[in-house]
């Protein structure tokens, strides 16, 4: 019985573990970033799976890169504009093109659906193009 314990009390841990370790980051820009356009963009995920859009699986989805725009609620489905770019093909880096000024970018990670995962899996970056 006391193995029992030990390994559901392993489990739920290595559960939260998992939760906790979902992030998204900016390989580059990095946040305070002067750059001049086009530049690079590289992302980052821990915790998650990048597939393409249209796949619906477990901790799985890909990014996507708001322009001048706060993270996406949970659940909400990222619109298609030009400040909401979709890398629904699995793309984890890319080349924008930006007007010489200052720019808040949010790296948003959403699920085959575009439906967003919220803000935990969001990260914002200022970045002034020259």
């Known amino acids: 019985m006391k193995l029992l314990k030990f390994t559901f009390a392993g489990l739920l841990s290595t559960f939260a573990f ?24 590289q992302f980052a995920v821990d915790g998650m799976k990048v ?9 799985g989805g890909h990014h996507h890169l708001l322009i001048n725009t706060g993270a996406i609620a949970a659940g909400e489905n990222i619109p298609m504009d030009d400040t909401h770019k ?37 990260k914002t970056i200022e970045v002034t193009v020259k």
């Open 86 to 122: 979709h890398y629904g093909k699995g793309q984890t880096d890319t080349e924008i093109t930006l007007a010489p000024g200052k720019y808040q970018l949010t790296m948003q990670f959403a699920n085959g659906a575009h439906q967003s995962y919220g803000e935990k899996l969001s």
């Open 18 to 41: 998992s939760a906790l370790a979902q992030s998204v980051d900016f390989v580059t820009p990095k946040n305070g970033a002067v750059v001049t356009s086009p530049f690079k963009v």
């Open 51 to 59: 597939a393409p859009a249209g796949q619906m699986t477990p901790e």
